[in-house]
């Protein structure tokens, strides 16, 4: 069975798309960034896939394939970076260990978003929206600029601000997302409740006017007994520890079994001969007082821990109680469960690995890895409980490609950043190596045809060799390395939507129960996403003074808004005439709306596309210089290659082989162990390669950054609270 997904065109194509929107991506960051790549390369794929089923699905699989990659963006990743290009050989092992762990968490994420409209069903797809928009919802209440509630919570502590000293939020927790999942359960937990009230069918009237109020009279017992018990345990924990305290017999239990400091008291021990310079620092900074830098630094609890301790009690008791209510009564219909298990397994994670093992990935920054980690996992668990085992196969194979491709194109950059470093330039035996090579000859022999002499063969000193090579070395490594990886992500959804093309049933689009979602799903990437990515451009603008903060209004000089105000009400009235357009279509078709899937889902390709690119060029124009041109350039001539490859690859009537009745059993268990094999062999040989070419010294193009040893980051450069945030 054969699928037109496996020509290498198609591959190419799937690839490229992604690789682009991973270019740009670095320009905007985090979740929304993340986001542009995956709707681009999961349209790509769709559209080569040889199934017409699956390209009337084109908006959901835009939709749900972005939000797939977004789950990656919250990811820290530039410090596990800095370990490979450290030269300690540890670190650098662990480096190429932690690039593999988070490409396959990212690609992991962005295979189920691709694949969960392919496998399931229309009617389960469509309502699993309800629930998304609550959770988008309570979102927007919770991080809205100025009125939202983090930032009335985050008004109340004295010097906060989102970047410089984003640690003096209560809410301030490993740097991590936390709130955002928290939110989202109290999100689904309200779906809960509306979804059965709304669907409860009393037989009177009074028993209908009665329902809401049992149903919050339950809830309200069990969060009341909950807080009740809550505050009891902790009051008796107290006097039992205080009444302790007054003998001399040692606690067997004490809060700090529980709470630790993050950062590294070892420094202020008594023997402080063996101490490093930078560490010394460390020890100079507070004076010697250890107590001091403890107070400094944070512990592995969120800061309001500290800020209330003698509530904690009643509130843990009041989560578990309203928690022990929704176990037992809760229903979580229209897929809403599978945003729970989602929720719910960031917190397992979580709360699992950096918080009660302390096992950091990248100390002192974020540790939203474990968060994904476990978001992973009970994404996998809910697809093998749901009978969904393709969209679970479909994230390892992806998750698996990924990791590789993350630790591969990192390798790639540093072995394209080896010839004519600076920072190498002190290592004699890499210094012989580039001369053997021949690196800087030409530049030798000009220099010395400028005085004269005869050319010959001569050896290039390292000073010639870095001069030479200089230009080569200016280049933007780190937008080389991004876009390398994101053709590789490409590369991996190419390869799952080609094995689930042949594997998976035909889909049944029919009836068309709730269309309005996809209008929604096809307004999520041409409305929303481009919106939430472009606003950002308005800030730098600002920033680099080339448009004012505030404008006034043409003819009425009386009305000032800001330019913040303005973009919006532009971005408004495209959505009003987006809006009108569908509706309009509706009744009566458009003609520059294509009939055909295939012809819409070239249109959303093109048109988002390439309203990205020129959004990412007006980001950058405010600042550019040479040095863009391997972000910019590049992005600009792939987006062209992509136009020709959308509009000339995918052919109607171009059908995969035989597409199943039913779906065919995949081999999950073979692929993750052979992937599992596979990664430790490949991490192994990128680690060895990076230690020969570079000879265990600092490449540069990087923090020079630890994870291991005496100068550790975490040990001599932890977060202090009254320092700014890095």
């Known amino acids: 069975m054969k699928t037109p997904n496996w020509r ?19 320009n905007f960051g985090h979740e929304y960034g993340a986001m542009i790549g995956g709707v681009l390369a999961a349209i790509a794929a769709i559209l080569l896939s040889g199934r017409e089923d699956w390209r009337t699905r084109i908006p959901y699989v835009a939709m749900f394939g972005g939000l797939g990659w977004a789950f990656g963006g919250s990811i820290s990743y530039m410090q596990v970076i800095s370990y490979t290009h450290s030269g300690h050989a540890p670190s650098v092992l662990y480096g190429f260990a932690g690039t593999f762990l988070i490409g396959f968490l990212w690609a992991s994420m962005g295979g189920v978003g691709v694949a969960l409209p392919l496998v399931a069903d229309r009617d389960f797809l469509t309502r699993l929206f309800t629930p998304i928009l609550w959770v988008f919802g309570f979102w927007v209440l919770w991080s809205a600029p100025d009125w ?31 709130h955002k999942a928290f939110v989202a359960i109290v999100a689904l937990c309200a779906y ?26 339950a809830l309200s017992l069990f969060a009341c007994i909950g807080a009740g018990i809550g505050w009891l345990f902790q009051s008796s924990f107290n006097v039992v520890g205080y009444l302790w305290a007054l003998t001399p017999i040692p606690q067997p239990v004490k809060w700090s079994t529980f709470s630790r400091n993050v950062a590294d008291p070892s420094l202020f021990d008594p023997d402080r001969q ?109 697809m093998f409980r749901h009978k969904m085992i393709p969209v679970a196969h479909a994230s390892i194979i992806s998750g698996f490609i990924g990791g590789i491709g993350f ?83 490409g590369i991996a959804i190419a390869v799952v939507v080609a094995l689930l093309a042949t594997k998976i049933r035909r889909a049944d689009n029919e009836p068309r129960v709730r ?31 080339t448009v004012p903060e ?23 009235s495209l959505c009003v005439a987006f809006l009108a357009i569908a509706i309009t279509h509706q009744r009566r078709p ?73 779906t065919v059993t995949v081999r999950y268990a073979r692929a993750t162990i052979i992937g599992l094999i596979a990664a430790a062999a490949i991490i192994y040989g990128e680690y060895r390669l990076v230690s020969y070419v570079h000879q265990n010294t600092y490449a540069g193009h990087a923090g020079e950054q630890r994870r291991f040893g005496p100068d550790s980051e975490w040990r001599i450069k932890p977060i202090y609270r009254t320092e700014e945030h890095r």
């Open 192 to 217: 809960d409740l509306w979804n059965r009230y709304a669907t409860e069918r009393p037989t009177t009237y009074v028993r209908a006017f009665f329902v809401p109020f049992r149903m919050a009279g």
């Open 407 to 489: 630790s591969g194109a990192q390798l790639l950059k540093l072995l394209m950043i080896w010839p004519g470093n600076k920072h190498l330039a002190g290592n004699e035996t890499i210094v012989a190596m580039w001369q053997r090579l021949g690196l800087g000859r030409a530049a030798m022999n000009e220099q010395l045809a400028e005085r004269g002499l005869e050319d010959a063969e001569v050896t290039s000193s390292p000073e010639v060799i870095v001069n030479a090579w200089a230009h080569y070395q200016s280049a933007n490594w780190h937008s080389f390395y991004e876009q390398s990886y994101g053709f590789i992500n």
């Open 590 to 662: 458009i003609a520059v709306i294509p009939k055909s899937w295939l012809g819409r889902g070239q249109l959303i390709f093109l048109v988002f596309m390439w309203a990205m690119v020129i959004a990412n060029f007006e980001r950058a124009l405010v600042g550019f210089d040479e040095n863009r041109l391997i972000t910019e350039a590049i992005i600009f001539v792939n987006a062209a290659i992509a136009t020709v490859l959308v509009l000339i690859l995918p052919r109607e009537g171009d059908y995969a082989t035989r597409v199943p009745r039913l």
């Open 148 to 178: 939202g509630l983090e930032a009335q919570i985050d008004a109340t502590a004295e010097g906060h601000n989102e970047n410089e000293n984003r640690q003096e939020s209560p809410l301030y927790w490993f740097d991590s997302d936390w």
């Open 550 to 572: 505030a404008m006034t209004m043409p003819l009425f000089g009386s009305v000032e808004l800001t330019t913040w105000t303005w973009f919006n009400l532009m971005w408004l």
């Open 8 to 26: 290498l065109s198609s591959i190419f194509l799937v690839a490229i798309s992604l690789s682009i929107g991973w270019g740009i991506r670095g």
């Open 274 to 382: 063996n101490l490093t310079h930078l560490q010394s620092l460390v020890v100079e900074k507070y004076d010697g007082d250890e107590e001091m830098f403890l107070a400094d630094t944070f512990t592995n609890w969120p800061q309001f821990f500290s800020d209330i301790p003698q509530h904690l009690g009643w509130i843990f008791g009041l989560l578990a109680g309203i928690s022990l209510y929704f176990y037992w009564f809760g229903k979580f219909r229209n897929g809403s469960a599978l945003l729970m298990y989602i929720a719910i397994g960031w917190f397992v994670g979580f709360l699992l690995l950096p918080v009660i093992l302390g096992l950091r990935m990248t100390p002192p920054r974020s540790d939203d890895w474990a968060g994904i980690l476990g978001v992973f996992c009970a994404t996998v668990i809910y």
């Open 515 to 545: 269309k309005w979602t996809e209008l929604a799903a096809v307004a999520f990437p041409l409305l929303l996403l481009l919106w939430l990515n472009i606003r950002k451009n308005v800030k730098q603008w600002i920033e680099q003074g």
